[in-house]
């Protein structure tokens, strides 16, 4: 069954830098892209960065170019999601999740409990 737990999330001022990491477990971890996904309130969950299996290719919405970094440890099953220069508006709950496919990044239907981030301005 699939697992995925996520941690280091937290409260830090707007500029600040946060390391979220993400273990997953259930599936052939090396064999699958991953992503990093994020909803704030009353707003939808969305993408905000991807890792391929081969540690290729990433991508990363728009938002965070320049600011955020993806990586991943196959050894370890884990994701991580360097942020830095934080701003207030990347408020939200993170979530990692296995992706369906590159091209299409879609999430499978099950998610973790997430970590919260709050950004203070």
């Known amino acids: 069954q699939v697992q995925l737990v996520e941690s280091g999330g937290g409260l830090v001022q707007a500029g600040g830098s946060l390391r979220l990491s993400c273990a997953a477990s259930g599936r052939t971890f090396s064999s699958y892209s991953m992503g990093w996904f994020r909803q704030a309130p009353g707003k939808e969950r969305e993408l905000v960065a991807a890792i391929d299996w081969g540690i290729s290719r990433t991508y990363y919405t728009d938002s965070v170019k320049g600011r955020f970094t993806i990586s991943r440890d196959n050894a370890k099953n884990t994701v991580y999601l360097q942020m830095n220069s934080l701003k207030p508006e990347d408020t939200a709950v993170y979530y990692c999740?296995?992706?369906?496919?590159?091209?299409?990044?879609?999430?499978?239907?099950?998610w973790g409990q997430g970590t919260q981030v709050t950004v203070s301005s």
């Open positions: 999740n296995f992706l369906n496919g590159w091209n299409s990044k879609n999430p499978y239907d099950y």
